[in-house]
Nanobody, 115 residues
Framework: QVQLVESGGGLVQAGGSLRLSCAAS????????MGWFRQAPGKEREFVAA????????YYADSEKGRFTISRDNAKNTVYLQMNSLKPEDTAVYYC????????WGQGTQVTVSS
C-alpha cells in the first residue's frame, strides 16, 4: 500500500497562486509515476498533471499548460503542484495519485478560487 497525504489547499483570489504538496509513505516512492487530479462539485474527476518516476517527463491537461507545474522530490517522497494565475473554474478538490501496477489516492485537499 501507498499512503498519500495532500496539503496546501485553501482559499485564494483569482490570479493568485497555491502550491500543493503530496507526501507519500509505505512503498518506494521513486517506483511510482505520480499525478494530480481534481473534482469539482457535480463533475467527474479529471486529470490535471503527471510526472514520471524520475521526474524527467511531465504531462498536463491542456487547460493547465503554462499555469501549473508538477514536480517531485524523491528524497522527500513528495510531489508538488505549483498553481499560478488561478481562475474560479480551478475550484475543486485536488487529489494526489500514485501509479505503478496499482493506483493509490490521497484524501484530497480543497482549493477554492474566488472571483
Amino acid at each position: 500500500q501507498v499512503q498519500l497525504v495532500e496539503s496546501g489547499g485553501g482559499l485564494v483570489q483569482a490570479g493568485g497562486s497555491l502550491r500543493l504538496s503530496c507526501a507519500a509513505s509505505g512503498r518506494t516512492f521513486s517506483n511510482y509515476n505520480m499525478g494530480w487530479f481534481r473534482q469539482a462539485p457535480g463533475k467527474e474527476r479529471e486529470f490535471v498533471a503527471a510526472i514520471s518516476r524520475n521526474g524527467d517527463t511531465t504531462y498536463y491537461a491542456d487547460s493547465e499548460k503554462g499555469r501549473f507545474t508538477i514536480s517531485r522530490d524523491n528524497a522527500k517522497n513528495t510531489v508538488y503542484l505549483q498553481m499560478n494565475s488561478l481562475k474560479p473554474e480551478d475550484t475543486a478538490v485536488y487529489y494526489c495519485n500514485a501509479r505503478r501496477y496499482q493506483s493509490f489516492w490521497g484524501q484530497g485537499t480543497q482549493v477554492t478560487v474566488s472571483s
